[in-house]
């Protein structure tokens, strides 16, 4: 059975730093690509950064400088640091494995950006 766990969401402040874990099972981890995406309340779902099985990143344009993703193979986990994070980034986290025509996702995670 293949399950994907967000962590790490809660209230931050504008400004403020927070890193999100992704932690999965029932897959071969190191051989997907993972991705963590978000939606705002009232917003379509949107990709915020990808990390591929070889290690290489991307990022949407609105996160870039201020977001990173890295993967620990050993741990089965990726990670998303946030920082410098703005109210208009309150959104529930997701992240999503992916090879083929094959993808799994986790339940999300709740990110509130408030003073």
């Known amino acids: 059975q293949v399950q994907l766990v967000e962590s790490g969401g809660g209230l931050v402040q504008p400004g403020g730093s927070l890193r999100l874990s992704c932690a999965a099972s029932?897959?071969?981890?190191?051989?997907?690509?993972m991705d963590w995406s978000r939606q705002a309340p009232g917003k379509q779902r949107q990709l915020v950064a990808t990390i591929t099985n070889y290690g290489t990143t991307d990022y949407a344009a609105s996160v870039k400088g201020r977001f990173t993703i890295s993967r620990d193979n050993a741990k089965n986990t990726v990670y998303l640091q946030m920082n410098s994070r703005k109210p208009k980034n309150t959104a529930v986290y997701y992240c999503d494995a992916r090879r083929g025509a094959s993808s799994y996702w986790g339940p999300g995670t709740r990110i509130t950006v408030s003073s």
């Open positions: 029932g897959i071969i981890f190191e051989i997907h690509t």
